[in-house]
């Protein structure tokens, strides 16, 4: 069975870090590209970043340039997000998320998600 477990959310000031971590199971991920996104109280789901599973090809959101990074893990069969410099803004659900082919930011092109793990960051 495929399956995404998130973790790594919490209750942060404003300025500070967190690393979400997604492990995969059930199948080879290799050839799956690899997504966060993210849902804020009252707002629709929105995306975060992604990436190929084998490297190469990232893609972010706007509005985390430069503060978060998308990683893995291969051994630990783990994707990671970085984030820091965290705002209240980034207060929501963040869902980790694979497909088949290439990296995008679609969400409706995602089949396979996590359960989510919450952030909320004080100010």
């Known amino acids: 069975q495929v399956q995404l477990v998130e973790s790594g959310g919490g209750l942060v000031q404003a300025g500070d870090s967190l690393r979400l971590s997604c492990a995969a199971s059930?199948?080879?991920?290799?050839?799956?590209?690899m997504g966060w996104f993210r849902q804020a109280p009252g707002k629709e789901r929105e995306f975060v970043a992604a990436?190929?599973?084998?490297?190469?090809?990232?893609n972010y959101a706007d509005f985390v340039k430069g503060r978060f990074t998308i990683s893995r893990d291969n051994a630990k069969n783990t994707v990671y997000l970085q984030m820091n410099s965290l705002t209240p803004e980034d207060t929501a659900v963040y869902y980790c998320?694979?497909?088949?082919?290439?990296?995008?930011?679609?969400?409706?092109?995602?089949?396979?998600w996590g359960q989510g793990t919450q952030v909320t960051v004080s100010s």
């Open positions: 998320a694979a497909r088949t082919g290439w990296v995008t930011g679609k969400e409706e092109l995602y089949n396979i």
């Open positions: 059930g199948r080879t991920f290799s050839s799956y590209a």
């Open positions: 990436m190929r599973w084998s490297g190469g090809t990232t």
